[in-house]
């Protein structure tokens, strides 16, 4: 996959799935843009170009439309366009849905739903100039599958299905492709919290047999937002080691 030219966009890529797409996309030859809420994100900036691909760091919260379409205008003065842009930024605040709070239900929407929605109508306007635009949405098995004490987090990622079905019906004659990847269980710092035994549990459901790494998720990103998968849209692929094959 060549991404040489490409300007690409990938939220919420200071660390873990985000950092790991960043640097699978710099390394197909594409110019990074490192968002993040986070002030340790410059280091991944930094971490990439070092490596010899330019990359910038812009600091913003997804969930604010202000400051994503200031980000969005300087992505396109500084490069003059706006190629790929991954919707990756995610949080989770789990608890059972009886006990759930109506800020844990609110954050979790915001940070995982809305900022779809908001940075995907900051990119159309230019894409939609370029007659070209590749979106990937980070969803999640469990948008698919569900999962108990998770009632906000599969709600945000079944809405993302949504919202990438949506837009690629609407945006398929300007030629921009809108697909999304449900990763199952992957090792970041998002699922250390679980304990090894819970880990050991999933592993043991894993048709492949083990958890799977960001690399696994960047791979399927990148595939997604080159021209290889030019006829690929509207469309959801699992990475989750085979977690719900024949769900
Ligand atoms: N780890 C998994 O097993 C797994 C499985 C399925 C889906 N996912 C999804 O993959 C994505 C990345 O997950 P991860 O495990 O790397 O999580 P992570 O917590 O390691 O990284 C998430 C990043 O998003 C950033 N972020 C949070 N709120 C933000 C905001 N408002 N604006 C901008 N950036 C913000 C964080 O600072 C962090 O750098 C998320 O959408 C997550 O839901 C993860």
């Known amino acids: 996959m060549n991404l040489t030219g490409k300007v690409a966009l990938v939220t919420g890529s200071g660390r873990g799935i985000g950092k790991a797409i960043a640097q699978k996309l710099a390394e197909a030859g594409a110019s990074i843009i490192i968002n993040d809420v986070a002030d340790s994100a410059e280091a991944t900036a930094q971490e990439i170009t070092t490596a010899g691909k330019p990359s910038l760091f812009i600091k913003a919260n997804v969930c604010s439309s202000a400051e994503v379409n200031t980000m969005i205008e300087k992505i396109v003065a500084t490069y003059g366009k706006l190629d790929i842009l991954v919707n990756n930024a995610g949080i989770s605040r789990d608890q059972i849905t009886l006990r759930m709070t109506d800020e844990e239900w609110d954050a979790v929407i915001n940070v995982n739903l809305k900022s779809v929605f908001i940075c995907t109508r900051a990119v159309l306007k230019y894409m939609m100039r370029q007659r070209y635009g590749r979106i990937v949405n980070i969803s999640s098995i469990v948008g698919i599958i569900g999962n108990p004490g998770q009632v906000n987090y599969s709600a945000a990622k079944a809405g993302i299905i949504g919202i990438t079905r949506s837009v690629a019906k609407e945006m398929g004659s300007r030629h921009i492709t809108v697909n999304a990847v449900c ?65």
Do not use: H, N
């Open 183 to 247: 990763p199952g269980f992957i090792e970041t710092e998002m699922t250390q919290k679980l304990s090894e035994k819970v880990k050991e549990e999933y592993s043991q459901r894993i048709p492949l047999g083990f958890l799977g790494s960001p690399k696994d998720v960047a791979d399927a990103v990148a595939f997604l937002a080159s021209d290889e998968a030019r006829y690929i849209t509207g469309q959801y692929l699992c990475v989750d080691g085979g977690l719900i094959a024949g769900w």
